[in-house]
């Protein structure tokens, strides 16, 4: 569901980014208060008049019970970008946007331990919420995050991160790469890729001691990383992923599930909010395409297979996926599809929105 929310504050972070935060009315704050991690899907309705939904993840640490929330998110101009062009450019304290209240499985709940994050570009984001959170309310945590950037001018967040280091030396390991720019101290320039991963890890930290890897960014950074993670022995329980960017004919056929041939005629039957509807499936559409043609409520944001936003249990019959970078394996072998990638196997589809 979505809430009209005023703006409060525009920060430019850098050239290509900024940060904005909502006002979150006293009727909203258990609404809106989130676990360190979480995203938001942001709406608003072009010239043309026609709906833009995106998500962009949560900055901001998570407030304490009985505490306010702090809602702020971070965008990045993205080239040919609907939304991100209209935050950076247009945007302005007072005005208001529809905001869906937090989601996502992407989490870091406080709790004692030695965690770690690598990270990409604007995937500083979610990492900077879980990092600030953990760091505040758990003295026994410890916190190393790995991050890559193009270059110093374009990194967000660098004050936000040097404050980290400032108020935890002792717990807060930084370590950034910049790939297209030459720094006077700590690592040569170049990409993270999952070669330079594996030898430059067991050199920072105890690798098989860190309780939880997040890792977030660009598809080829993420894939790379978990790659020289399991190469080193660590368990796919210990690894969680939040891909932000995922450029056409990117995906390697392990995201991508197996083809399988559609019914001549199929029909869906969905479960939304308790109450559910029954609609024939059009040829070439998706699951979720066939559920918005009557109920324009059902959830979704990216339509990429990327933020989960329209997770679903597939209740009776058979789907297949065309991607999925949101799901984790547990999720998919206990029945979950992303319902904007789904499309019928089987003559009759039953989906299940609010499991």
């Not at 790939?179 to 993270?192: I, N």
């Not at 660009?218 to 969680?240: N, Q």
């Amino acid at each position: 569901m979505f809430h009209p929310l005023r703006v409060s504050e525009v920060e430019q972070l850098t050239d290509d980014s900024v940060a904005v935060t909502f006002a979150v009315p006293p009727e909203l704050r258990e609404t809106f208060r989130h676990t360190p991690g979480q995203h938001l899907a942001l709406r608003r309705r072009s010239a043309g008049g026609e709906e833009v939904r995106r998500t962009y993840s949560i900055c901001s640490p998570a407030a304490p019970e009985g505490e306010d929330p702090v809602l702020r998110v971070g965008i990045r101009l993205v080239d040919g970008g609907e939304f991100s062009t209209y935050a950076l450019k247009e945007l302005v304290v007072g005005d208001t946007v529809e905001v869906m209240e937090p989601m996502g499985r992407f989490l870091l709940p406080p709790r004692p331990g030695h965690f770690a994050a690598v990270v990409g570009g604007s995937g500083i984001t979610p990492v900077l919420s879980m990092a600030s959170t953990l760091l505040a309310r758990e003295p026994e945590a410890r916190f190393c995050l790995i991050r890559s950037d193009r270059t110093a001018a374009s990194t967000m967040f660098l004050e936000e991160v040097a404050d980290l280091k400032d108020r935890f030396p002792d717990r807060f390991q930084l370590v950034t790469v910049l790939s297209r720019e030459e720094q006077q101290s700590g690592l040569p320039s170049g990409r993270l890729d999952q070669e330079r991963l594996t030898a430059l890890l067991p050199a920072l930290l105890p690798v098989a001691d860190v309780d939880g890897w997040y890792l977030c960014g660009p598809f080829g950074l993420v894939i790379g990383a978990e790659r020289a993670l399991r190469g080193m022995g660590v368990e796919r329980g210990r690894i969680h992923q939040e891909i932000f960017h995922v450029d056409d004919g990117s995906a390697p056929a392990a995201a991508r599930t197996a083809s399988a041939p559609a019914p001549a005629h199929a029909t869906l039957t969905a479960t939304l909010d308790g109450r559910s509807g029954t609609w024939p499936v059009q040829e070439g559409e998706s699951l979720l395409e066939t559920v918005l043609r009557s109920r324009s409520d059902a959830p979704y944001a990216c339509k990429g297979g990327v933020c989960g936003t329209c997770r679903a249990f597939v209740v009776t019959g058979e789907v297949r996926m065309d991607r999925n970078y949101a799901l984790e394996s547990e999720e998919t072998d206990a029945g979950y599809v992303l319902a904007c990638q789904s499309h019928p196997v089987t003559p009759e589809v039953e989906l299940d929105f609010d499991r």
